[in-house]
Nanobody
Framework: QVQLVESGGGLVQAGGSLRLSCASS????????MGWLRQAPGKEREFVAG???????QYADSVKGRFTISRDNAKNTVYLQMNSLKPEDTAVYYC??????????????????WGQGTQVTVSA
């Protein structure tokens, strides 16, 4: 059974940076599309970034140019580098995956397995 564990969240000032990691156990993610999604207080969960098996990436408009998603299949890990953070980036960030596909989707329903999330708080 696949398990995703996120890490790297925390408290940072506006303009700062964080790198989130998502480590998979129980399954090799090499053939899976992976994504990061987030949920802010009082808001619906939303897509942030996705990466295909061929490392094509897709981003939400709100994070383009500031966030970078990447993957290291040898380490079975996906990353989200977040720069120029804003208070509106405050949310719980979730890593998620879709089995055996090179397709990326912004739809939350596309993702078949999820981590527990890591809190990111950006102070003004």
């Amino acid at each position: 059974q696949v398990q995703l564990v996120e890490s790297g969240g925390g408290l940072v000032q506006a303009g700062g940076s964080l790198r989130l990691s998502c480590a998979s156990s129980g399954r090799t993610i090499e053939n899976d599309a992976m994504g990061w999604l987030r949920q802010a207080p009082g808001k619906e969960r939303e897509f942030v970034a996705g990466i295909s098996t061929s490392t094509s990436a897709q981003y939400a408009d709100s994070v383009k140019g500031r966030f970078t998603i990447s993957r290291d299949n040898a380490k079975n890990t996906v990353y989200l580098q977040m720069n120029s953070l804003k208070p509106e980036d405050t949310a719980v960030y979730y890593c998620a995956g879709h089995f055996d596909t090179d397709f990326i989707s912004t739809s939350l329903r596309f993702y078949q397995y999820w981590g527990q999330g890591t809190q990111v708080t950006v102070s003004a």
